[in-house]
C-alpha cells in the first residue's frame, strides 16, 4: 500500500503526469526535460526526485549527464491494483470487451 501511495502522490501534480507523458518516447536529460517546462531547474529536479520515489522513472548516468526514462510496467501495476480492488467488475468487463475486439 506504501508504493501505492507514492504513485498516486506523484500522479496527483499535473508537472509530474506531464513529465511522464514527455518520457514515454524514450529517455531524456534533466536539462532536456527542464527546457520543456516553464518552471525552474530545482523545482523539475524536486519533481523527478518524487517521481523516482514512487518507481514510476528510473535514471541513469551517461557521463556528467543524468538520463531518465519511464518505468510504464510499475506505473500499470500500481493503477491496475488499486483498479482491481475498487472496481473489479470493471476490469472484468474490460477484458472481455478486448477479447471481443481481437475475435
Known amino acids: 500500500m506504501k508504493h501505492t501511495s507514492a504513485v498516486f502522490r506523484a500522479l496527483a501534480d499535473p508537472t509530474r503526469r506531464q513529465i511522464l507523458q514527455e518520457l514515454k518516447q524514450g529517455e531524456l536529460a534533466a536539462g532536456q526535460i527542464a527546457a520543456?517546462?516553464?518552471i525552474s531547474g530545482p523545482s523539475i529536479s524536486?519533481?523527478?526526485?518524487?517521481?523516482?520515489h514512487a518507481e514510476l522513472i528510473a535514471e541513469r548516468r551517461d557521463g556528467n549527464r543524468i538520463l531518465y526514462r519511464l518505468?510504464?510496467?510499475r506505473l500499470?501495476?500500481?493503477v491496475g491494483d488499486f483498479l482491481s480492488a475498487v472496481?473489479?467488475?470493471q476490469i472484468l468487463r474490460r477484458r472481455?470487451?478486448?477479447r471481443r475486439s481481437t475475435s
Open 36 to 38: 520543456r517546462f516553464t
Open 46 to 52: 524536486r519533481h523527478l526526485t518524487l517521481l523516482k
Open 71 to 73: 518505468q510504464p510496467e
Open 76 to 78: 500499470a501495476g500500481a
Open 87 to 89: 472496481c473489479p467488475t
Open 96 to 98: 472481455r470487451a478486448a
